[in-house]
């Protein structure tokens, strides 16, 4: 039987948004955890799969992994994108969203999954 665990991060790091903050990687590391996150959300769907569903310990359990789905997408973010209030007074939020012109839109600043 495969065992999935779902790590808890010590501290939350947040990336501040600066001249220096890489777009090309931050796009990589939201690559990386969405592929983590749907292997593991795979093997989830999985166990769901093999439960009968007819006694109520298949349905604790079913509601149990349930539980952990939702929270596992929390980890496709595992590092938000901190904004200066003061840097949104200078530039305005809008001109921050345009700044970079990637093929990928605007997901690197939504702080969202690919």
């Known amino acids: 039987m495969n065992t999935v665990q779902c790590h808890k991060p010590a501290e939350l790091q947040a ?6 903050l890489d777009v090309r990687h ?13 292997q593991e959300d795979q093997l989830l ?5 093999q439960l009968e569903g007819t006694d109520y310990l298949d349905i604790q359990k079913g509601a149990q992994i349930a539980s952990l789905r939702r929270r596992l997408r929390l ?6 994108i901190e904004i ?6 200078e ?6 969203r345009r700044h970079p012109s990637t093929s990928s839109g605007q997901v690197w600043l939504n702080n969202s999954p690919l």
């Open 15 to 20: 990336v501040v948004m600066d001249e220096r």
């Open 26 to 38: 931050r796009l990589a590391q939201l690559r990386a955890w969405k592929q983590a996150w749907e």
């Open 45 to 49: 769907a999985q166990r769901v799969m």
């Open 75 to 80: 980890h496709l973010v595992r590092e938000p």
């Open 84 to 89: 200066a209030p003061d840097l949104v007074k």
């Open 91 to 96: 530039v305005s939020y809008p001109l921050l």
